[in-house]
C-alpha cells in the first residue's frame, strides 16, 4: 500500500482524529450490533440483513483503515514557517479571472479540509495544481471542465 504524506493544519488533523473516534467507538458498536441482531434471526444462507450487515461493517472497518493511515502519514504546516513569495498549500491566494475580471479568494488545503463554501480549495484540483509555485503577477492557464481559464496572482497571504 503506497504511503502518501499529506499536508494538514492543526483544525484538520483534529477534524479527522475525531471522525475516526467516533467510527471506533461508536458506529463500530452499531455494526457489530446490527450484525449479531441479524444473526439471531435465523438461517445465514438466506438472510440478506445479515449480508448487508456484514458489508456494512466491512466497509465500516475500511474506513476506519484509510483513516489510520491519513493520520499516520499526515504531516502538520506550521504556518509561521510559509513562504508568501509563491503559492503554496494553507496560503491564501487572491486570483483574478482575466477573461471577466472577476476575483476570488481562496486557501489551499488538503483534499480532505477543502470545502468552496468557505474559500478552501484542494491543492489536487486543478485549480489548486494549476496555482501551485507561482509567484504574484503570474498569469496562469488552468483546464477545468467549462473549458481553459486565464488567473492572475493579485495577491498571497496567510
Do not use: W
Amino acid at each position: 500500500m503506497s504511503q502518501q504524506v499529506g499536508y494538514y493544519t492543526e483544525e484538520g488533523l483534529q477534524k479527522l482524529k475525531a471522525e475516526l473516534h467516533y467510527l471506533e467507538t461508536i458506529e463500530r458498536k452499531r455494526c457489530t450490533a446490527a450484525v449479531a441482531e441479524a444473526r439471531d434471526k435465523g438461517d445465514l444462507s438466506e438472510n440478506a440483513e445479515y449480508d448487508a450487515a456484514r458489508e456494512a461493517q466491512g466497509l465500516l472497518e475500511v474506513r476506519i483503515g484509510k483513516l489510520k493511515e491519513v493520520i499516520a502519514n499526515a504531516r502538520l504546516v506550521d504556518e509561521s514557517l510559509l513562504d508568501l513569495s509563491k503559492v503554496s498549500i494553507l496560503t491564501t491566494v487572491k486570483i483574478k479571472n482575466t477573461s471577466n475580471g472577476t476575483s476570488m479568494k481562496y486557501t489551499l488545503v488538503a483534499e480532505s479540509e477543502a470545502d468552496l463554501k468557505i474559500g478552501k480549495i484542494s491543492v489536487d484540483s486543478p485549480i489548486g495544481r494549476g496555482l501551485l509555485g507561482k509567484k504574484v503577477g503570474e498569469k496562469v492557464d488552468v483546464q477545468i471542465p467549462a473549458g481553459k481559464v486565464t488567473f492572475e496572482i493579485i495577491e498571497i497571504t496567510i
